[in-house]
């Protein structure tokens, strides 16, 4: 899969607003000052932005991804970053030496759960500290709500399951697996809602989102995708839409903060 630095660009407002702000801060003091941080899936670096500042602007960020142009752009953006181009699908290859934290966001869904057990013990034997934020959870609920609303989030959700490139993915289970795996391996978890709250100010973002939910609807069969999108995209600047997920805080048990 790939992902358009204009899309990225036009979630990050959404993402920030949404990002569960007591985790935030939790994850800053586990992570304390000076520390080295990995940020798996960075793209163009949202996750940086989202911690910058105050006890933060200590902090060193490596950014890993497999998408060279993406971390381009990180670079060009965090010029004191460090950028390593990889397949996350290699976890015994993740530069972990010396790394307070790992960090990662709108990536645990798009990630298998054999994955998603391997990077917890992987982290779980180091000890170290896992934030993943805007795990997408299965919820969509739009106002004012439309009688095809229910079967297209059962289609997309369905269609998150999917192979995203390392295997069938988590999907909207990936918050409850991701606390249920990393529970098992060592952590004191943490999960908190961050949805979306999509209004008139966000139209661009929601008439995107809701092609896309159509095109991913329809790739699993739904007939009355093109239909619903269509109707919804004609619509955005009178709806609202709430978008599901969760942030998720990992701590090794007995640390510190
Ligand atoms: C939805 S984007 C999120 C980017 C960024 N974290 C953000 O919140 O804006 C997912 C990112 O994960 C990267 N990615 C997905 N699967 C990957 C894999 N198997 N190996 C390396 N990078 C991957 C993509 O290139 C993309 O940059």
Redesign the pocket.
């Known amino acids: 899969?790939?992902?358009s630095p204009d899309w990225?660009a036009l979630?990050?407002p959404a993402?920030l607003a949404a990002r569960n702000r007591d985790l935030l801060a939790h994850a800053i003091a586990v992570a304390g000052e000076d520390a080295v941080v990995l940020d798996l899936?960075?793209?163009?670096g949202?996750?940086a932005r989202a911690f910058q500042g105050g006890a933060c602007s200590s902090w060193t960020w490596r950014f890993?991804?497999?998408?060279p142009d993406?971390l381009d752009i990180a670079h060009s953006r965090h010029p004191q970053s460090e950028c390593v181009v990889?397949?996350?699908?290699d976890i015994d290859d993740l530069p972990l030496a010396g790394v307070s934290l790992v960090t990662?966001?709108?990536?645990l869904d798009?990630m298998p759960q054999t994955w998603m057990t391997h990077l917890a013990q992987r982290l779980g034997q180091a000890g170290i500290p896992f934030y993943a934020a805007?795990n997408y959870d299965g919820v969509m609920q739009w106002s004012p709500a439309g009688a095809g609303d229910d079967a297209i989030t059962a289609s997309f959700n369905r269609h998150q399951q999917t192979d995203?490139?390392?295997g069938p993915a988590m999907g909207a289970r990936s918050g409850a697996l991701a606390q249920h795996i990393l529970s098992h391996n060592g952590f004191d978890v943490t999960l908190s809602q961050s949805p979306w709250q999509l209004g008139a100010d966000q139209a661009e973002l929601h008439r995107q989102l809701i092609a896309g939910i159509g095109d991913a609807a329809r790739e699993t069969g739904n007939t009355d995708a093109a239909h619903w999108a269509q109707a919804r995209i004609a619509d955005v600047a009178h709806a609202k839409a709430m978008i599901g997920h969760t942030d998720l805080l990992a701590v090794p048990h007995g640390s510190p903060a």
């Open positions: 899969m790939s992902f990225l979630r990050e993402d899936g960075s793209g163009t949202s996750t890993v991804d497999g998408d993406l990889m397949n996350l699908r990662a966001s709108a990536l798009l805007l995203k490139g390392i």
